[in-house]
């Protein structure tokens, strides 16, 4: 066998070696299209659910607060009518210990607790307290305790304090408060405002 039938030979057995190393080529996978990310339903509901929980402890705080506020301002009421009731129970007891000193003949007496009375509020014990003092003499005094009175609508301090006026020479004071007390029905100063107008008719009229 000569040199050359053997390269030929060598070169045919290589070649049918790389044939069968090559195959078929490999088949490649395309890339897969990424899908779009769906929404995380679960996460968005958790989220509204808590809002929704924020929302409700707001609102039941402030339920809270608005209970708690009704109940101090009802709480408050309630003491304002009990300190009240306490001092109008504190009044009427001080001017019943007057009428009872004047009962026993204990006049100095029952002119402290009918002022200290007065004082207090009770408008009854300003005009006893006015009384004792226009009987004593002391008329300006007299006439402060029955205006105090006469404002709060007592009307026979209104009188009483006309008739003082009318006995000191106001009478055109003593008619202004006799008319007061008759615009309310009260009929002993609508006599005494008659009886002052009168008075004067009489004084103007020529004799």
């Given at each position: 066998?000569?040199y050359?039938?053997?390269?030929?030979?060598?070169?045919?057995?290589?070649?049918?070696?790389?044939?069968?190393?090559?195959?078929?080529?490999?088949?490649?996978?395309?890339?897969?299209?990424?899908?779009?990310?769906?929404?995380?339903?679960?996460?968005?509901?958790?989220k509204?659910?808590?809002?929704?929980?924020?929302?409700s402890?707001?609102?039941?705080?402030?339920a809270?607060?608005?209970?708690?506020?009704?109940?101090?301002?009802?709480?408050?009421v309630?003491?304002?009518?009990?300190?009240?009731?306490?001092?109008?129970?504190?009044?009427?007891?001080i001017?019943?210990?007057?009428?009872?000193?004047?009962?026993d003949?204990?006049?100095?007496?029952?002119k402290?607790?009918?002022?200290?009375?007065?004082?207090?509020?009770?408008?009854?014990?300003?005009?006893?307290?006015?009384?004792f003092e226009?009987?004593?003499?002391?008329?300006?005094?007299?006439?402060?305790?029955?205006k105090?009175?006469?404002?709060?609508?007592?009307?026979?301090?209104?009188?009483?304090?006309a008739?003082?006026?009318?006995?000191?020479?106001?009478?055109?004071?003593?008619?202004?408060?006799?008319?007061?007390a008759?615009?309310?029905?009260?009929?002993?100063?609508?006599?005494?405002?008659?009886?002052?107008?009168?008075l004067?008719?009489?004084?103007?009229s020529?004799?």
């Amino acid at each position: 066998m000569t040199y050359i039938t053997m390269l030929a030979l060598v070169f045919s057995f290589t070649a049918c070696k790389l044939k069968k190393r090559k195959g078929p080529p490999i088949a490649q996978e395309e890339p897969v299209a990424s899908m779009p990310a769906k929404p995380n339903i679960s996460n968005e509901f958790d989220k509204k659910q808590e809002v929704k929980e924020e929302v409700s402890v707001v609102e039941s705080i402030q339920a809270e607060e608005k209970v708690e506020s009704a109940i101090a301002s009802k709480e408050l009421v309630t003491e304002a009518v009990q300190n009240t009731q306490e001092e109008l129970s504190a009044m009427e007891k001080i001017f019943q210990l007057g009428r009872q000193a004047f009962a026993d003949g204990n006049v100095p007496m029952a002119k402290k607790h009918y002022l200290d009375a007065c004082q207090l509020g009770h408008f009854h014990a300003c005009h006893k307290f006015a009384y004792f003092e226009q009987q004593a003499g002391n008329a300006t005094n007299a006439l402060r305790f029955y205006k105090v009175a006469c404002d709060q609508g007592i009307q026979k301090s209104c009188n009483n304090f006309a008739l003082a006026s009318e006995q000191l020479g106001m009478l055109e004071q003593a008619k202004n408060f006799y008319a007061r007390a008759c615009l309310d029905k009260h009929s002993l100063s609508c006599s005494n405002l008659k009886r002052v107008m009168e008075l004067e008719r009489s004084q103007e009229s020529p004799r």
